[in-house]
């Protein structure tokens, strides 16, 4: 027992250390460069300093950008929630010989770069794109509405992204509930509303806490998707932190920015676990 367990530790060290290195070595050294200055024409000015922190919290227009990207990244897991939900339970309880081309038609999306499906949303909210088309040929509106460079575009577009992530997290996990158990319930004289509150959605948790956790620390860096979808005047924390880099050279302030979007991802996340821990220990 204790050999195989060596033999198990001896395997997974060399990988173990690749991960931490390649991981905690840049942000070691991306926090590092946080707590420097920036002089304009100087690039960056060795310092201890948490200055670009408390510009950060102490400027509501950045504060905005943090808030408009957590609500975003929020409504974003809702709606892939709501909608993942009952397409993961149909795969799960499918016995249809196209189960399995089911499963690649939503896992399919993944092989096609965000920028690339940015871009089509782009053509079909345009002016003249599919969405207009069809609310003029319906007669529901009398000229083509706004919808490109809005945050509506940007939550429709990281939706459609992130959901797939969200029905393979939860149809895994429904997969490995009986079904016997659902067969009891409705048995007992339970509605399908009752059936599942109280017994699908608990033995679900722990996919939809994955599902849940995946999709907003998604939402919360996305890049492309606001980039293209909300245009330059619509910021989130991804594509600020990549304009304090690459077009403001402020790395410091954008070392800073990077670690508060991280620090905030991971606090809620943490925050939102244990309170649906605890919401189901009381349940």
């Known amino acids: 027992m204790q050999a195989g367990s060596l033999r198990a530790g001896a395997l997974v060290t060399p990988a173990s250390l690749f991960v931490a290195a390649a991981l905690l070595l840049p942000l ?22 948490p200055a670009n922190y408390i510009k950060f919290f102490t400027d509501p227009f950045y504060l905005a950008v943090l808030w408009r990207t957590v609500r975003i990244a929020a409504l974003v897991t809702l709606i892939c929630l709501l909608l993942g939900f009952p397409l993961a339970y149909v795969l799960a309880r499918t016995q249809s010989r196209a189960k399995s081309l089911l499963i690649i038609a939503v896992v399919l999306p993944l092989f096609v770069g965000n920028a690339v499906r940015a871009a089509g949303w782009m053509v079909a909210f345009g002016a003249k794109g599919a969405v207009n088309a069809a609310l003029l040929g319906l007669g529901l509106v009398a000229r083509p509405i706004d919808i490109m460079f809005t945050e509506t575009a940007v939550v429709v577009g990281i939706t459609a ?3 797939p992530f969200m029905v393979l997290s939860l149809q895994s996990v429904i997969e490995g509930i009986d079904r016997s158990v659902e067969e009891a319930a409705f048995n007992m004289g339970a509605s399908p509303a009752a059936m599942l509150r109280h017994v699908l959605l608990p033995l679900a948790m722990p996919g939809i806490l994955a599902g849940c956790i995946l999709t907003f620390i998604l939402g919360m860096n996305a890049y492309a998707t606001p980039v293209l979808l909300g245009g330059p005047r619509f910021q989130t924390m991804g594509p600020l932190v990549y304009g304090q880099f690459i077009e403001q050279n402020n790395w410091p302030f954008g070392g800073a920015i990077a670690f508060i979007l991280m620090g905030a991802t991971l606090l809620l996340t943490t925050l939102s676990h244990i309170l649906v821990q605890q919401r189901m220990r009381r349940g």
């Open 28 to 49: 070691g050294l991306l926090f590092r460069y946080s707590l420097n200055a920036f002089v304009p024409g100087q690039f960056m000015v060795e310092a201890l300093t």
């Open 161 to 163: 992204v992130n959901l």
